[in-house]
């Protein structure tokens, strides 16, 4: 154990989610798991997608697994959702035990923040989020599945779809996802609610729950409601023009406020939710690329999403914006944003294309068949820990599944965890001379 707590923060991060993606395997590979048993290969790419909070599944979640076996998910992707290093926070802060350096220097590293100010009072705050959160989903979700299934399999079907819908896992114990209620108002705004809450970032619900007032709030908070409310409404547009009229998708629902409705859920979705009330496959190719887009960007720092952060994305606009200025800082609602935050964000965009594409160069290359786009628009779920599919991770042999698993695993880690893991910080000794290097 002392051994384990002097390890670099990236590497315990790595080995702990290692550990129970192991663990979640043995359980679901348990007889008392599964309907009809599965293969290693099964159980190990549900393990990893769960605690990922990915959604990518090989069986189908409601037919394949018993409730033990979907009651072994739920517990990976509360797990998984909230963070493993925060669960044990929790748990030793509950016990009356003190939270030393190690376990908030590996904290600190997990949220992706900057100090380790005020850590152990936001994950009581973050506890409190979630326990709120899904309670209100369990109770909203209900009044639809209760009726629908009766007292015992209405609730824990409610139960489910709110655990996965805050953690952005997109996990659904309907074969077609929602795309039966794709018309139905209490699930369609429970679920899109549930997963944008929890892919805000714990540290803004922080800031709003205690300031309340946007002028109190960090730059952090401001840039990450700005970028949502920017990126909802360019995907709310897009998609909408896009699918309106297609006989497969939007053209299946027959009245405006449907429309108007799955439009919804499908600009918020992508955004590492994984649930979907259209048929992701009968989407326009344009639709997809798009969707992709979206995949890569994300949720926001410190919550249940994956991809690059949404914050990321303002800041990398915000050099461009000051690359063509001229200016040397980039500023945002009175602030300045320092270099160091810059290069920070080229390292982030470098080592994530770099899985992307070397993980659709590994997929393409073992599946001859496979088309480009659903083999791409799979990578690109997979990393942003989406769980959106045009129907790829059915055709996968065991080399792309455990490419896929590989990929979605960095994209829950963070692609700068893996950069910090693989790097070797040593301090110069030597300054040389700058050089001019023609660009562009």
């Known amino acids: 154990m002392r051994a384990a707590m002097n390890m670099p923060a990236p590497a315990l991060l790595l080995l702990v989610y290692l550990s129970w993606i192991v663990v979640g395997t043995a359980l679901l590979m348990l007889p008392i798991s599964s309907t009809e048993g599965v293969s290693f290969s099964d159980a190990f790419f549900t393990s990893t997608s769960a605690v990922t909070v990915t959604g990518l599944a090989v069986v189908d979640t409601g037919s394949e697994w018993t409730r033990f076996g979907q009651g072994v998910l739920m517990l990976l992707i509360q797990l998984g959702g ?30 992706g923040l900057a100090s380790f100010a005020g850590l152990v009072d936001l994950v009581w705050t973050i506890f409190r989020i979630v326990l709120i959160c899904e309670v209100i989903g369990i109770v909203l979700l209900s009044v639809v599945f209760v009726p629908e299934f009766g007292w015992k399999n209405g609730l824990w079907q409610a139960a489910f779809h709110s655990v996965s819908a805050f953690n952005n896992a997109g996990f659904s114990l309907f074969s077609d996802s929602l795309i039966g209620y794709a018309d139905n108002p209490v699930v369609i705004f429970t679920i899109s609610a549930q997963f944008m809450v929890g892919g805000l970032g714990f540290a803004v619900l922080s800031d709003i729950l205690s300031l309340r007032k946007w002028g109190r709030f960090s730059l952090h908070t401001r840039l990450m409601l700005v970028g949502t409310l920017a990126l909802v409404s360019a995907s709310c547009l897009t998609i909408g023009f896009l699918e309106w009229s297609n006989p497969d998708t939007l053209g299946m629902v027959q009245s405006v406020p449907g429309k108007m409705q799955a439009v919804w859920f499908e600009a918020v979705s992508p955004r590492t939710a994984g649930f979907n009330a259209l048929d992701t496959a009968s989407m326009q190719d344009s639709t997809a690329l798009f969707t992709m887009v979206l995949m890569v960007i994300g949720g926001g720092s410190t919550s249940t999403a994956g991809g ?24 945002a609602f009175g602030y300045s944003v320092g270099l160091e935050q810059g290069l920070k964000v080229m390292a982030l965009l470098t080592v994530s294309l770099f899985v992307i594409v070397t993980g659709l160069f590994v997929v393409i290359a073992t599946h001859p068949h496979l088309d480009f786009l659903n083999a791409a628009f799979e990578v690109t779920s997979a990393f942003g820990t989406v ?14 599944r455990l490419v896929i698993c590989v990929i979605m695993f960095l994209g829950r880690l963070g692609p700068l965890t893996l950069g910090f893991f693989l790097a070797t910080k040593t301090p110069p000794r030597i300054k040389y001379p700058e050089g001019a290097v023609f660009l562009g």
Request: charged share 20%; glycine share 12%; no cysteine.
């Open 82 to 111: 909230m963070g493993l290093m925060t669960f044990a926070v929790i748990v030793l802060s509950s016990l009356g035990l003190k939270i030393g350096l190690p376990h908030r220097r590996y904290l600190r590293e997990e949220m």
């Open 308 to 331: 690059i952060k949404v914050t990321t994305a303002v800041v990398l606009v915000l050099a461009t914006i000051a690359f063509f200025k001229n200016s040397g800082r980039m500023k």
């Open 387 to 400: 769980g959106l599919s045009r129907g790829a991770t059915g055709e996968l042999n065991d080399v792309g």
